[in-house]
């Protein structure tokens, strides 16, 4: 179904246009904050991992590489859909865009699944931030209560953006369904996709820096 609404601009921008390009760089402003916060934790985790080698080498070892590696295809997927959707609802294609966007957070819900689950096997190996649990009992290397702590603030960030990001998406599928969002207004959407590519892109360079480095 095609959509071919003509939207007003608010009373303070000329044009839809003019509204467009100006959500886009209040956007791209809030996603330089973000990559400035993730990038002094990713230097920390760096400066420790000098510093501590050898146990930083064991947590990666220890690590659960295929939970990881399979969420790192979920995001790719997730993020290829999305902006499927960005070009299905500018082309005035609104069912198609929702289905997209629908197949997004379903993905997205699956990541946090696997989450999840990593993490509980995590603590049913005695792994817990700060280096509590029975596992710093066993293994004594200096550096490893450092790994695990950066390891669950880096990753557990990641999972409240990812979480923020479904809720996002969730209400724009929710206007979509309802036709309150079409190829007139697509540009919402897209900020919507530039945030969960912005939730994908920091987790393509977690995911080296804790299971493969």
């Excluded at 294609?93 to 699944?113: D, E, P, Q, S």
């Excluded at 993490?119 to 066993?138: C, D, L, N, R, T």
């Amino acid at each position: 179904m095609s959509d071919t609404t003509v939207l007003a601009p608010q009373e303070h921008f000329a044009t839809i246009e003019q509204q467009a390009h100006a959500a886009r760089l209040g956007m791209w402003v809030f996603l330089a904050s973000e990559v400035l916060l993730f990038g002094a934790i990713i230097a920390l985790f760096t400066s420790y991992q000098v510093h501590y080698p050898d146990a930083f080498r064991q947590g990666v070892d220890h690590n659960t590489k295929l939970l990881g590696s399979i969420n790192t295809g979920v995001l790719l997927t997730s993020s290829t859909a999305v902006a499927c959707s960005v070009h299905a609802l500018r082309a005035g294609k609104r069912r198609l865009a929702g289905l997209l966007v629908a197949a997004t957070i379903a993905l997205g819900a699956v990541f946090l699944v696997i989450k999840l689950t990593e993490y509980a096997k995590h603590f049913h190996e005695g792994i817990y931030p700060g280096g509590a649990g029975s596992f710093f009992q066993v293994h004594h290397a200096r550096g490893l209560p450092e790994f695990w702590t950066l390891y669950f603030g880096m990753t557990g960030l990641h999972a409240l953006h990812v979480t923020i990001g479904l809720t996002v998406l969730g209400v724009l599928l929710s206007r979509i369904m309802r036709a309150e969002l079409g190829a007139a207004s697509a540009h919402r959407l897209e900020l919507g996709a530039i945030y969960w590519h912005l939730v994908d892109v920091i987790w393509i360079f977690l995911w080296p820096l804790l299971y493969l480095a």
